[in-house]
Protein backbone atom coordinates (compact mmCIF):
# COMPACT_ATOMS: atom_id res chain seq x y z
CA UNK A 1 0.00 0.00 0.00
CA UNK A 2 1.13 3.53 -0.54
CA UNK A 3 2.06 5.36 2.22
CA UNK A 4 1.23 8.70 0.95
CA UNK A 5 -2.85 7.65 0.92
CA UNK A 6 -1.96 5.54 4.16
CA UNK A 7 -3.78 6.60 7.39
CA UNK A 8 -2.09 4.81 10.71
CA UNK A 9 -3.53 5.32 14.14
CA UNK A 10 -1.11 5.21 16.74
CA UNK A 11 -1.85 4.22 20.39
CA UNK A 12 0.45 4.25 22.80
CA UNK A 13 0.73 5.04 26.96
CA UNK A 14 4.66 6.12 26.76
CA UNK A 15 4.76 10.14 25.62
CA UNK A 16 8.22 9.78 24.17
CA UNK A 17 7.80 6.60 21.62
CA UNK A 18 3.91 8.11 21.14
CA UNK A 19 5.86 11.39 19.66
CA UNK A 20 8.88 9.52 17.87
CA UNK A 21 7.10 7.11 16.13
CA UNK A 22 4.39 9.32 15.37
CA UNK A 23 7.21 11.79 13.94
CA UNK A 24 9.17 9.46 11.44
CA UNK A 25 5.35 7.82 9.92
CA UNK A 26 4.90 11.43 9.22
CA UNK A 27 8.15 12.36 7.52
CA UNK A 28 7.60 8.53 5.69
CA UNK A 29 4.05 10.26 4.24
CA UNK A 30 1.40 8.42 6.51
CA UNK A 31 -1.47 10.71 7.76
CA UNK A 32 -1.03 9.71 11.95
CA UNK A 33 -3.73 9.92 14.20
CA UNK A 34 -2.58 9.33 17.67
CA UNK A 35 -3.96 8.63 21.06
CA UNK A 36 -2.78 7.79 24.62
CA UNK A 37 -4.30 5.82 25.70
CA UNK A 38 -7.73 2.93 24.26
CA UNK A 39 -10.18 5.15 24.56
CA UNK A 40 -9.42 8.19 22.81
CA UNK A 41 -8.09 5.38 20.39
CA UNK A 42 -11.53 4.12 19.94
CA UNK A 43 -12.88 7.55 19.56
CA UNK A 44 -10.15 8.38 16.86
CA UNK A 45 -10.91 5.11 15.04
CA UNK A 46 -14.33 5.68 14.53
CA UNK A 47 -14.21 9.13 13.61
CA UNK A 48 -11.26 8.73 11.28
CA UNK A 49 -11.28 5.21 10.08
CA UNK A 50 -7.52 4.55 9.41
CA UNK A 51 -5.92 2.50 7.34
CA UNK A 52 -4.17 0.70 10.38
CA UNK A 53 -3.65 0.87 14.10
CA UNK A 54 -0.81 0.16 15.86
CA UNK A 55 -1.38 -0.40 19.26
CA UNK A 56 0.22 -0.89 22.47
CA UNK A 57 -0.84 -4.32 24.03
CA UNK A 58 -0.05 -3.27 27.42
CA UNK A 59 -1.53 -0.04 28.75
CA UNK A 60 -2.88 1.01 32.56
CA UNK A 61 -6.82 1.43 32.07
CA UNK A 62 -7.39 -0.75 28.40
CA UNK A 63 -4.97 -3.13 26.89
CA UNK A 64 -4.40 -3.55 23.23
CA UNK A 65 -7.44 -6.49 23.44
CA UNK A 66 -9.93 -4.44 25.12
CA UNK A 67 -9.20 -1.79 22.45
CA UNK A 68 -9.25 -3.85 19.65
CA UNK A 69 -12.63 -5.99 20.62
CA UNK A 70 -14.62 -2.39 21.32
CA UNK A 71 -12.70 -1.74 17.46
CA UNK A 72 -14.59 -4.62 15.81
CA UNK A 73 -17.84 -3.81 17.53
CA UNK A 74 -17.94 -0.65 15.34
CA UNK A 75 -19.30 -1.40 11.91
CA UNK A 76 -17.56 1.50 9.86
CA UNK A 77 -14.05 0.71 11.98
CA UNK A 78 -14.80 -3.34 12.28
CA UNK A 79 -12.20 -3.94 9.15
CA UNK A 80 -9.37 -2.09 10.25
CA UNK A 81 -6.13 -4.65 10.17
CA UNK A 82 -3.93 -3.88 14.02
CA UNK A 83 -0.24 -4.34 14.55
CA UNK A 84 0.46 -4.54 18.05
CA UNK A 85 4.00 -3.35 20.03
CA UNK A 86 4.60 -5.42 23.17
CA UNK A 87 7.20 -5.77 25.27
CA UNK A 88 6.54 -9.77 25.55
CA UNK A 89 8.71 -11.34 23.00
CA UNK A 90 7.59 -15.34 23.04
CA UNK A 91 4.89 -15.69 20.33
CA UNK A 92 3.21 -18.61 22.65
CA UNK A 93 2.47 -16.07 25.48
CA UNK A 94 1.14 -13.84 23.13
CA UNK A 95 -1.35 -16.17 21.40
CA UNK A 96 -2.63 -17.35 24.88
CA UNK A 97 -3.03 -14.17 26.37
CA UNK A 98 -5.02 -12.77 23.03
CA UNK A 99 -6.62 -15.88 22.58
CA UNK A 100 -5.90 -15.82 19.09
CA UNK A 101 -4.48 -18.18 16.69
CA UNK A 102 -2.48 -15.45 14.62
CA UNK A 103 -1.45 -11.92 16.31
CA UNK A 104 0.74 -9.60 14.44
CA UNK A 105 3.35 -7.74 16.46
CA UNK A 106 6.37 -6.11 16.82
CA UNK A 107 8.54 -6.73 19.82
CA UNK A 108 9.94 -3.60 22.09
CA UNK A 109 11.90 -2.30 22.07
CA UNK A 110 12.25 -2.30 18.06
CA UNK A 111 14.52 -0.64 15.39
CA UNK A 112 12.21 1.38 13.47
CA UNK A 113 13.10 0.41 10.09
CA UNK A 114 11.62 -3.22 11.20
CA UNK A 115 8.55 -1.23 12.33
CA UNK A 116 8.40 0.30 8.91
CA UNK A 117 8.72 -3.26 7.33
CA UNK A 118 5.96 -4.62 9.73
CA UNK A 119 3.55 -1.27 8.96
CA UNK A 120 3.91 -2.06 5.44
CA UNK A 121 3.20 -6.00 5.94
CA UNK A 122 0.52 -4.76 7.91
CA UNK A 123 -0.96 -3.17 5.44
CA UNK A 124 -0.51 -5.52 2.66
CA UNK A 125 -2.01 -8.04 4.65
CA UNK A 126 -5.79 -6.88 5.37
CA UNK A 127 -7.92 -7.31 8.45
CA UNK A 128 -7.00 -9.41 11.27
Same mark, same amino acid.
Given at each position: ???? +??? *??? *????????????????????? +??????????????? !????????? !??????????????? *?????????????????????? +??????????? !?????????????????????????
Amino acid at each position: MNPE +VSK *ILF *IEDDSALRTNVAELLTIKGYD +VLIAANGAEGIYLAK !DGIPNLILC !DLSMPDMNGQQVMEA *IRNIPAAAHIPFLFLTGQSDPS +VLHQQMGLKTI !DYLAKPFQLTDLLVAINNRLAKGIN
